[in-house]
């Protein structure tokens, strides 16, 4: 995909997500790093936070081709539906090597851009018109807009209606967030449902006596669709920890990104 032949959406990616790198870039540019801090393809697994959306699997793709097979957090929108007892398993699952268990979770919210700068739209084969992304996101957000919001448990929907309970409290009563706003208030409730994951993991196996020596590192943000399929992502947080075991783990970000809770977002 040209940059040039698409000056609609090289605007748009400009002025929403600015310094967004290429999907592919960006996962080589993170192995890199975490490299002089010990971690590697034979002895760390990756966890993905990812949407469940066909459309995100190239990003899964190329961190399946830097660091092996990865554990998958799947769960509409990127959320992770998971919880306590999907991430010990996916930290029991990585390899130990010298005594240390070493883990990478890559987490993201995503939305498409469409060639002329729209937001929310993405092309998808065999498919004449452009379509929703991210699809939870949007039907989320016509019921803010209708609404007529459904927030009662239903079996049938229960990701969807936790979604909704995870974002409501960060959403000013009586708003209706674009979704650009709504996506970056996706990605930072994903980064921070993990931390406390990690944390309160790490405080039940100190309490228990289990405490795991374990380098951990994590990796937030958006993945955007383009025209063409290129797929573009705009980082957020950058942490890494190593060294002792999790109930150390104080998470802070080493490279702080662009604010998403409402200040300077774009409209």
Known sequence: MSMVDNPGFAEALD???PGAVLGGEFIAETASRLSD???A???TIACVALCRDEVTRPLFTDVERVWGPAFSFAGLAGM???GRTGLAAAIHHAPIDDGRRRFVIYAMAHIGIDAAGATGWVDRPGIAEPSSTCGALVAFRNELQGGELVVEFDRYETEQVL??????????????PDLVALTKLTVTAI??????????LAEEWRRTGQAMPA???????????????????????SHIEAGGDLSDYE?????PGPDPRGRGTPA
């Not at 979604?163 to 209706?176: F, S």
């Not at 998470?251 to 490279?255: L, R, V, Y």
Request: proline fraction near 5%; aromatic fraction near 10%; charged fraction near 20%.
């Open 15 to 17: 002025r929403h997500f």
């Open 37 to 39: 801090e010990g971690f």
């Open 41 to 43: 393809k034979d002895n």
């Open 80 to 82: 992770v539906t998971a």
């Open 163 to 176: 979604l909704k309970h995870r974002l409501l409290p960060l959403i000013t009563y009586g708003t209706v």
């Open 191 to 200: 980064e921070d449902d993990l931390q406390e994951i990690i944390l309160s």
């Open 215 to 237: 380098d951990a590192a994590m990796f937030s943000g958006i993945q955007i669709h383009g025209p063409d399929g290129v797929n573009f992502v705009w980082p957020l947080g």
């Open 251 to 255: 998470f802070t970000a080493a490279e």
